[in-house]
């Protein structure tokens, strides 16, 4: 089942939530946030909510742009991003609301909660890690590393699962360098994962045509699918679930 949810930030943004869950499952089951990559709240993002929903959870893509606006134009995803980001407590705040939207959902169990995020969205994720919000599981997939709000010790009550690219250009080793130092200082429970020979948005099947989009004949952001490391992340991510959200 699916539908989309209009909600709004604390500062009177609207935005839209995009809901999904198996039906035929009875009673409450852990709740996963998911975030969407620079391009907004678009497809690939709704169609990792179903994915998870098939898995047996609550899912829940949010929108951090408002009024689930999304494009296919690198200049205006980097326009859209900066904007979002350009606060780090509006930002906090907006994924919060879809936080707390996801918890008022009678299919999930308020307790349980997990967040996973793409690009842009791997960056949110492993900020409100950083900022201790209550999360059993953080999840990044080819997420951007550098943050202005680093962690400190006892601030990440998360495990957190980093999933990167081994030739992605736009995130490159000493970002991941600078990541890990960063955690191991906080004393987080982290883990990073690097998938060889993939390149940024490794686990998005429009990433080979979005490298072009809004370009012309123009070279595009360095991006490239990898179906052996989107299936290897994914499976990651479903152990580490496994392991936070034990069986009843």
């Not at 709240?41 to 408002?66: C, E, F, Q, T, V």
């Not at 490239?224 to 034990?246: I, R």
Request: glycine share 8%; with cysteine; net charge negative.
């Amino acid at each position: 089942m699916t539908r989309e949810i209009p909600y709004k930030a604390p500062d009177g943004t609207a935005l839209i939530g995009y809901h999904a869950y198996d039906d035929a499952l009875a009673g409450k089951r852990p709740g996963v946030v998911v975030v969407h990559e620079w391009w907004g709240l678009n497809d690939y993002a709704k169609r990792r909510a179903r994915d998870l929903a098939a898995l047996g959870y609550s899912a829940l893509a949010i929108d951090m742009y408002g009024d689930g606006k999304n494009t296919e134009h690198p200049a205006d995803a980097q326009a859209f991003m900066q904007a979002a980001l350009a606060s780090a407590p509006a930002a906090k705040a907006r994924f919060l609301a879809g936080l707390e939207l996801l918890k008022a959902q009678p299919q999930t169990d308020p307790d349980r909660l997990a967040a996973i995020g793409y690009c842009f969205g791997g960056k949110v994720v492993l900020d409100m890690a950083r900022q201790g919000v209550p999360l059993a599981a953080v999840v990044s997939f080819h997420g951007a590393l550098a943050t202005t709000t680093p962690a400190t010790p006892g601030s990440v009550k998360a495990k957190v699962l980093v999933e990167h690219g081994g030739k992605d250009s736009l995130v490159p080793a000493s970002a991941v360098n600078a990541f890990k130092a960063e955690f191991d200082q906080a004393k987080a429970d982290y883990r990073v994962v690097i998938q060889p020979n993939a390149k940024h948005s490794f686990t998005n099947p429009d990433a080979d045509r979005l490298s072009h989009a809004g370009h012309g004949d123009e070279k595009g952001p360095d991006l490239g699918y990898s179906q052996v490391a989107d299936e290897n992340a994914w499976a990651d991510m479903q152990a580490l679930f496994k392991e936070v959200f034990p069986q009843p």
